[in-house]
């Protein structure tokens, strides 16, 4: 008896956690046919509860208010990986009956490539591929990202790929910004002269900020 957990006179029967959030089903101690489900925050937190006097209705409740979170989390999860997929350029990558799925910029392409038995360096694993490789940019549906795929041709390796998108993706924001406008008015006529540019505003940038460092 303890460890009963009750709330307004009602005895909590059910409970279903989900993420950071909990909901519960309770039935009133000294009414067994009514009944009330809560959301539950830190075990002891009640509120917005939706009353009843059918246990099935109460169940039902329970089930569907839990699944609308889990659908909550789901959509959330789908934004946050829509955001996250615009600052990266992806690859698939075939060799042996294996593959791999590449996301640029990263600090394991040697290894990645090694896990699907690849032994050739990252600058000779050319995105025209080889006999026995297969090599695919892939588009995501982002303008810019997806723009930035078509400067690419068959005789640039993925480690070209990868500092193009480390010179985009992991460098001042304004760079970023830069890279993007030009890249609407197709400036750009191939990935390596999007990659010098980007490389040659980004120490801009920073002899900049060096300068006016020493001004102070």
């Known amino acids: 008896m303890g460890d009963m957990r009750t709330n307004a006179g009602f005895v909590i029967t059910n409970s279903i956690p989900i993420g950071n959030k909990e909901f519960v089903l309770g ?6 046919q009514s009944f009330v489900t809560w959301e539950c925050k830190d075990g002891d937190d009640y509120f917005w509860g939706h009353y009843t006097d059918s246990l099935l209705k109460a169940t039902r409740d329970l089930c569907q208010r839990a699944i609308g979170e889990v659908d909550n989390l789901e959509l959330a999860e789908q934004e946050r990986k829509e955001v996250e997929s615009r600052y990266i350029l992806t690859a698939t990558v075939k060799h042996g009956g294996n593959s791999a799925v590449i996301q640029f910029p990263t600090e394991e392409l040697g290894d990645i490539l090694g896990s699907i038995g690849i032994t050739l360096p990252p600058e ?3 995105l025209g591929g080889h006999t026995d ?15 930035m795929v078509h400067l690419f041709h068959d005789k640039n390796s993925l480690r070209m790929v990868n500092e193009v998108a480390k010179a985009v993706f992991h460098s001042d924001w304004r760079v970023y910004e830069r890279v993007e406008g030009k890249l609407k008015t197709g400036f750009y006529a191939d990935a390596g002269n999007l990659l010098r540019d980007a490389v040659d505003y980004a120490k801009y940038l920073k002899d900049k900020h060096r300068d006016r460092g020493e001004e102070r």
Do not use: Q, S, W
């Open 133 to 147: 490789i297969e090599v695919h940019l892939r588009h995501n549906g982002n303008p810019m990202t997806d723009a």
């Open 27 to 32: 039935v009133n101690m000294k009414n067994p």
């Open 124 to 126: 000779r694993v050319y």
